[in-house]
């Protein structure tokens, strides 16, 4: 059994689904999971805004504009009224469903709802589609299996027991249909696997049903050496092992969620990148094999905020760290990047939402400056200490960008260096140069 995952530009037209179930319908054993049409997602999110701030009016104006979006894609994919008339009253659900939240509150629960209807919608279309083909295909509700925990990790026994059931149920059936992203939290409340959470999905999926390879479809050849948004010249690489693809997509490779390759890790399926629009392209294989001596990308994660914490002497030097982190994990916040010196440390974290309570609190023992709009580069490879000189060729790329922290010994796959936000193109370029286009690389 395979897991394929297609993502919102691979199903982003009536023609590019076509072109998708012409990819899934090789009769072998798969499931298909699917995010939502791209655009979608970030429509439903505009409506929640727009219900949050009780516009009904342009929320009104938004679910409009979405129906005819949706009303061509289904004159589009389907070739007879049947089957016209069969999607358009799957997709009036959905739209009930969301139209449902014009009247009444709205919070983050009702906002969850809502945004859920872009992976059913999708899943419903296809579904139909494949229908229409005479394709025997099943359609499985993730919100009946895809389940996390308290404390938002997968409730994998959960998962698996529930998936598998589902999957017995239809012996016969070669061809099964998810919905990505989605899912139901310890509440059994409708929740999701944050953005771009598909990747997410389908190696949950993976793991649970032990498959033999999880492959992630979109709408490039693989991982490239660089943010290919960013920076030109960037090549795919052909071969990562798993700590080195969750570095990358942990440090904001958009390519990847950043939790998704830690299931496909732990049960050491394979993950496969391909290219829906180019299927013969090679793509990426990230597996547990590792390529000695190569450095091998660079990514960049936004939304940083540095933490610079000098200490005031209040504590003993051997416990002033240990009140720093526990001052942190109190409020529940991940610290990314640390160094640390005899008198303070910086940290770096992605989450400011208790940043203040923090601040106020390790103003006990320190002072503190913070400095937010950061960005953190990551390069990554196999960067042991056998692997001389590579530190020096990143710094030296950037030498003429002011860096404000740099982090490398926590990991043997991963050098990190904090710098201002606007100086992040110019450092992904820079890196690329050096690293790559000057030689050093090896990624083909
Ligand atoms: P999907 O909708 O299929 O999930 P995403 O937009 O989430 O696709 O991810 C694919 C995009 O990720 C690419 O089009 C590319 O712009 C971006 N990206 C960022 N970093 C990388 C990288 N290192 N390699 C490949 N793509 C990357
Ligand atoms: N549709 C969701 C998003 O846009 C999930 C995904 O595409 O993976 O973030
Ligand atoms: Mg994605």
Redesign the pocket.
């Known amino acids: 059994m395979k897991v394929l995952k297609f993502?919102?530009?691979?199903v982003g037209s009536a023609q590019r689904m076509q072109h998708v179930a012409s990819l899934i319908c090789d009769g072998r054993k798969k499931i298909v999971v699917l995010?939502a049409m791209?655009g979608t997602t970030n429509s439903l999110i505009d409506i929640s805004d727009c219900l949050f701030n009780k516009d009904v009016v342009n929320a009104s104006d938004i679910i409009a504009q979405l129906k005819k979006q949706y009303e061509i894609h289904v004159n589009s994919l389907y070739g007879t009224e049947e089957y016209k008339r069969k999607a358009w009253d799957w997709l009036n659900g959905c739209f009930e469903r969301i139209e449902s939240f014009l009247v009444g509150p709205f919070s983050i629960f009702e906002e969850k709802v809502v945004v859920a209807q872009g992976e059913l919608m999708s899943t419903g279309m296809m579904y139909y589609y494949l229908q229409e083909q005479g394709v025997p295909a099943v359609l499985l509700p993730a919100l009946d299996f895809m389940r996390i925990t308290k404390d938002v990790t997968p409730d994998s026994d959960y998962i698996k027991t529930k998936l598998q059931a589902l999957l017995q149920e239809h012996p016969d059936t070669d061809l099964f249909i998810t919905q990505g992203f989605i899912c139901k939290n310890a509440f059994g409340e409708i929740d999701n696997l944050k953005r771009?959470g598909?990747?997410y999905t389908a190696s949950i999926i993976g793991a649970a049903v032990d498959a033999e390879e999880i492959q992630i479809w979109?709408?490039?050849d693989?991982?490239?050496?660089?943010?290919?948004?960013y920076v030109s010249n960037?090549t795919p690489v052909r071969q990562l092992n798993f700590d080195e693809a969750a570095k990358?997509a942990h440090f904001g490779?958009?390519?990847l969620h950043p939790s998704c390759i830690m299931p496909a890790r732990e049960n050491n399926i394979p993950v496969r990148l391909l290219n829906t629009f180019d299927p013969q392209a090679p793509g990426t294989l990230i597996s547990n094999s590792a390529e000695k001596g190569c450095i091998k990308?660079v990514?960049a994660k936004d939304n940083i905020t540095y933490v610079k914490i000098k200490s005031l002497n209040v504590v003993p030097i051997h416990q002033f760290l240990s009140v720093v982190f526990n001052t942190f994990s109190q409020y529940k916040t991940a610290i990314d990047m640390v160094t640390a010196s005899e008198t303070g440390v910086s940290v770096t974290i992605d989450d400011n939402s208790c940043l203040d309570e923090i601040v106020v609190a390790l103003q006990k023992y320190a002072t503190v400056s913070v400095d937010t709009d950061m960005v953190i580069i990551c390069v990554v490879g196999d960067l042991e200490w056998q692997n001389v000189g590579f530190e020096a060729k990143i710094v030296q790329a950037l030498k003429d960008i002011p860096v404000r922290m740099i982090s490398y010994g926590g990991s043997s796959s991963n050098v990190s260096l904090v710098m201002k936000a606007e100086d992040k193109a110019a450092a992904l370029e820079a890196l690329n140069a050096n690293l790559f286009l000057a030689g050093c690389g090896n990624n083909e």
């Open positions: 993502g919102g530009t691979s995010s791209a771009g598909s990747d979109t709408d490039i693989g991982l490239h050496n660089n943010d290919p948004r960037t990358l490779a958009k390519i990308a990514a």
